[in-house]
């Protein structure tokens, strides 16, 4: 796990390349970074951007004062932001939520109503990672499903509501909540045919779908799927504003007006309502225009360097099945930690391994798109001692 | 119910003086606005700033590269934070929360424990906006006291002890919750006589204590009574960093270190983790330190303000018996959309009341003190034509 | 608060006379008692079988081989008394409760539904003798009203509302719960005038009505309105099984039959799921029939008593204003375990309260009417030493 | 699923043998059936009294006075009967249910405490028929284990409580509930080298035990294991009352006197404080002596009924593996209403499966030993055709 002290801050070149990749199309002449930023994060979703970095990007986002505040999160740059996805999304409605855990369980919750059985992914974030909040706090039982795999099937679908009409008391299965890509399994995808195969089957049970698309528009820049055309097959979607869009925090909840208009009650209710909740939605606003396109560009840029670590320097990444921006690099009889240091004084950000591990993972992301392929695979494959 | 656009943004006057009150000692020099600020704030408890100067601030307090970004709302500045908060409360420990919603109501949840049922004022904040969390999510029973009242009285505390004990179904009152001063009832404090004969025999008969004291620390500036002095008496204690510590979100909670240590796990199951708290954690830090101090002197402004009003313009304000910040000057035939502007080209800022109220609201705050009394009743006694 | 060894079993005459009031109409002649029961019970609200006599009773009942048995509370008698009930109280439908708790839990849990805002009576045994159960499994926040009274009125009703839709987090009053008579007000009745203003509203408002009428088949016998004009005003209606009808458990709830038809279900969630409850129902089915004709004969009788103790001995009851079935008689310097003593010899049952009370409580039922009034008063009058 | 019409009334033959082996041994004298039963009961765990049998055996049973009348399920019978199985299970304390499901469920609910998960098995009622009372009315999250199987293993224990271990929020593992018998297995029992392995290390781990044993004493029957011994290796033990103990309804929860001395304020919050219980206590209290002894010899005889029905009609019955009373004997071909029928007249009660069935279940209790093996297989292949 993590902590605020292996994040490292990015090495800012003094070169006078204007914006790039980081900056959506558009805003690029009136928000312009003093000195353009060469720096790669291969650690990270986003850009991780230091507090300093942080603020001093939303003194310039807001510098015209043209930014309106928000009131308990609603108003002003919330709701411009939450106008700007749903749109994205091809939803009628979208909510701000302070975190992707009150998202999730805010969603399930509601589309749940009566059927208190929610079938999810046994591997998902929601099942093992959020201290059981949908049981505690909303009584609702959930189905875990397909240990070990990114994907469950129809087959075992059936078999729970086949189960559940099978008990001596009454009980319904409301909703079925699926993660992709999946966190716990390395950024793989929910199998595309089967969700199909699911979403189908639930709409015709009257069973309700969520999505749980923390990482889904970086999902995009992979598969071509459109964040709309994902969000189509669910009734409600989660994108996070952390992992890709590089607010300090945030979350959407995209779905049906019905659903969501008056959710801003029962978010206050949980103590998740910010009294100002600006300072997220106005950095996540300024990076969701043209986020797939910039991000589609850096995984060009990590798709050429993995092509050049094999052919320039022998080393092989090895990428997970139906993956994402996740791939890993053999580091065996590599001093990591020195790979690491060295890399750093390139403006390249690793999250070193253990020293005896035999692999390090590393994470595509639109930096990457800040430089070429051949001069970043120059940086690393030296730093190996491979050229 | 103010919304986002009523929200007035300040008028900046030219005049080159450095810092002033609003920044706390030892800071001024290193964090100083590039204009002083000379605007009046009579509308909130705080200084309500617009994002252009929030984004601003915070990257002057940011600029040394020396704040560090927590992590899920722990370490770096937000451990900072709650460590300052709990000394200054005289506490072992402290806990960042979202939203003072959240703190009141983990803060009963964790002091209730098995005893399920919890006294509240009848027209506390907790029992009347917050959508019925206790109960909701927490299963607590709320027992409502002294309707229209900002105090209950130990006997109102032992009929209900009584009473519960008189119950066919064993039930217990776990906890007793303390709004003071009281929103509701326009900054009135609880009687401090009979908080001292409740605490007392709380604790005689083991029932918990909270205090919920979003502005708290302004009521010290009134009272006399330090922070740490009306912490003592209770076993938790929240404090805004909103209402006065000028962050534009987040609360702090402040107890035993054996009630504290775990609940950010709590906090993260009710989706209250921000993965970063710091834009809200850094400005409240910057805040903190001589804020009593500072408040009170925009007190004392505010009090030389309230005389001249009468001794020059036979302006009466009318107080709240037992109150704090909040006062009521008559404005029968003034039209208070006009004053309310003509003032604001005088840089204060006032709520207008509808056009046929007889009063409107006052509230003093830190920012009274950029000016002197005089100053400020003269341009106020000119708007309302009585000079 | 009664227990198991002061309930005294019944004398037994042993005059041959058949049936006599206890048997409804109808079955006398299939179900005769070998020997006819003329004891008086004057500490409960039915007649209070012990054991050998309630078994001998079942097994008369049962006798024919026609008692059909329940499968987990559904069909056979039981579904014959839901019948039996729905009938009486002028309802689609009727559910068997093992508790009158469950009963009125599950009402108001079914009729507050999304709007989680319960009315009461902070008197009613709902609010006070259940463990605060609705709040505890069901989440829903009672809101009590009129402390230390059996009535509330419309303006109490109406300001909770109003209150309730003045929170910062929109919350609604889905249900009021209303007991009569009270219980814990020694047999008060709900004012009637008051009554019929806050059901009309709460229909015109959309808010649903629970009557808890433990007692109310009782109170029909002293007000003349029927069962079912009292159920008419309300959506669900629970009676208790135990207090007149003679059950040893058992609850009926009866309302509209969507509300119902599946409630089973939730009962058996809850654990109240008897597997056979036929041994309850099968007598309450026994007294139902004819219960408010037999039960104003008792009354009769004990209002003709109450006359014969003054005109004849002095004695003076004092009797609740708009009560029902309790009254109170002084006993002041009298030895009251001597007089409960000489009572029993004559097959007069009452609860003898401490030696130093001043009054003793009787209750009315239909066991009065095996004798004649002044039959009771001689043998009541002699026992206290007053003839 | 049976219903109420499916259970057969028995047949009593005129044969004057007193007692047999229905009465347990010390009251076979005082309560005599006027009548001796010789019928078989197949289709049952227990002896599935109509209710004339019951009213009368409960007559029987009460008839010298001596038996105390329960208060809300407190005292009188009901605490003889809690007290005779705290030593037949050789707990501190017992506590007398209305129902299996609330005992179960008041159990784990107790024993999880703070630790909200608990293990069930896939396969158990607890997971499956009870609505997910746990879930729904207790915030529990239940962990099943074993899909499809009887047993889980101490591996499968280990994987859930790392698993929690490594989620982002901390939960912990209150719990573990083991039924045996299970009764979706058709009786299988849970592997005994198994459950001491994932005994001893829930002890070591500090995760509370709970023993769904619905139907354990008729285990022992089987096992040679005492009820005690079974009890021992958990903290708290659910027997049924109706399912073998032949009362109507009922359960007993036994355990640590901690957990259960006040257990009955939570049943009373449940809805499960009937006011009289005894009639069902009485039966239990009647039946609990002896049981297993009783039941051993019903047991004997069916085992060698099953081998005559091969020796002398070639028909093979199958059993369970690690089974308990329930096997089946291959049927195609045969009119099994007709059998059934036959049966009938012969005082042998059988389920009839549907027409086109292979297979018919039949179930070994104490009825068995009403006659003798030989005899019960002639009957048996003779309606078969097969003698």
């Known amino acids: 796990m993590p902590d605020a002290t292996d994040r490292r801050h990015f090495l800012k070149t003094s070169a006078s390349i204007a914006g790039l990749g980081m900056l959506p199309n558009g805003v690029m002449q009136s928000i312009q970074a003093p000195v353009p930023d060469r720096s790669v994060n291969m ?9 300093k970095d942080y603020a001093a990007l939303l003194q310039r986002i807001t510098a015209d ?10 108003n002003g740059a919330v709701a411009q932001l939450e106008a700007a996805c749903a749109r994205l999304l091809g939803k009628e409605a979208a909510v701000f939520m302070p975190t992707g855990t009150l998202a999730n369980h805010l969603a399930v919750r509601a589309l749940a109503g009566n059927d208190r059985r929610v079938i999810v992914q046994h591997e998902s974030h929601f099942y093992n990672d959020t201290g059981d909040c949908a049981q505690t706090l909303s009584q609702l039982t959930l189905m875990p499903l397909a240990r070990g795999k990114a994907t469950f099937t129809l087959a075992d679908v059936e078999e729970v509501v086949g189960r559940t009409a099978s008990g001596r008391v009454a009980t319904r299965v409301g909703a ?13 995808q929910f199998d595309m ?25 970086l999902a995009s820049a992979y598969t071509g799927v459109s964040p709309a055309e994902y969000a189509a097959m669910f009734d409600t979607v989660y994108i996070s504003l952390w992992k890709g869009l590089n607010a300090a925090s945030g979350a959407i909840l995209a779905g049906p007006k019905v659903l969501l208009e008056n959710m801003f009650h029962t978010r206050r209710m949980f103590g998740g309502a910010l009294p100002q909740a600006w300072p997220y939605a106005a950095v996540a606003l300024h990076f969701l225009d043209g986020f797939v396109e910039r991000f ?41 930690a020195r790979l690491a240091a060295t890399l750093a004084t390139r403006g390249i950000d690793v999250a070193a391994p253990p020293s005896d591990a035999t692999m390090m993972n590393l994470l595509a992301n639109e930096s990457w798109a800040r430089r070429s392929a051949t001069e970043i695979a120059t940086d690393f494959l030296r730093a190996m001692g491979k050229v």
């Open 176 to 188: 079925i909540s699926i993660e992709t890509p999946v966190r716990r399994k390395a950024g793989e």
């Open 296 to 336: 589609r560009a850096g995984v060009q840029v990590s798709e050429e360097f993995i092509r050049e670590l094999d052919a320039r320097g022998g080393v092989k990444a090895v990428r997970v099945a139906d993956g994402t921006n996740i791939f890993r690099i053999p580091v065996t009889g590599i001093d990591t």
């Open 43 to 51: 650690s990270h979703d986003g850009l991780a951007f230091a507090p």
């Open 65 to 74: 004062g043209k930014t309106v505040e928000d009131y308990y999160s609603q």
């Open 193 to 217: 045919a089967e969700l199909r195969k699911i979403t189908g089957y639930a709409r015709k049970e009257g069973i309700r779908l969520h999505l749980d698309g923390a990482r889904m528009l």
